[in-house]
Nanobody, 126 residues
């Protein structure tokens, strides 16, 4: 069974940076598309960034974080990262990583995604 374990996150002032990590076990990591979602209180879970399987040649970042967030993967470490720079208070949310064999699933109903990390709080103060 695939398990995703997140690390990173925390509190930072506006303009600061954080890096989230998501380590995957129990499966063949390079076969999985990976992504990061976030959910603020009272809001729907939204896709922040996604990366295709294998070499990760296809990536997606939401308009709201474009130019500030970068997703990457290290297949040798079975880990996907979300580098978050120039953070804003609006980025405050719980962040979740997710995996699926189908990259396209990330752009539909997130409830169909195969596996999720435990979530990590990111708080950006002004």
């Amino acid at each position: 069974q695939v398990q995703l374990v997140q690390s990173g996150g925390g509190s930072v002032q506006a303009g600061g940076s954080l890096r989230l990590s998501c380590s995957v076990s129990g499966g063949t990591f390079h076969n999985y598309a990976m992504g990061w979602f976030r959910q603020a209180p009272g809001m729907k879970r939204e896709l922040v960034a996604g990366i295709s399987p294998m070499t990760g040649g296809s990536t997606y970042v939401a308009d709201s974080v474009s130019g500030r967030f970068t997703i990457s993967r290290d297949n040798a470490k079975n880990t996907v990262y979300l580098q978050m720079d120039s953070l804003k208070p609006d980025d405050t949310a719980i962040y979740f990583c997710a995996s699926d064999v189908n990259y396209g699933t990330f752009f539909g109903d997130p409830s169909f995604l195969r596996a999720w990390g435990q979530g990590t709080q990111v708080t950006v103060s002004s």
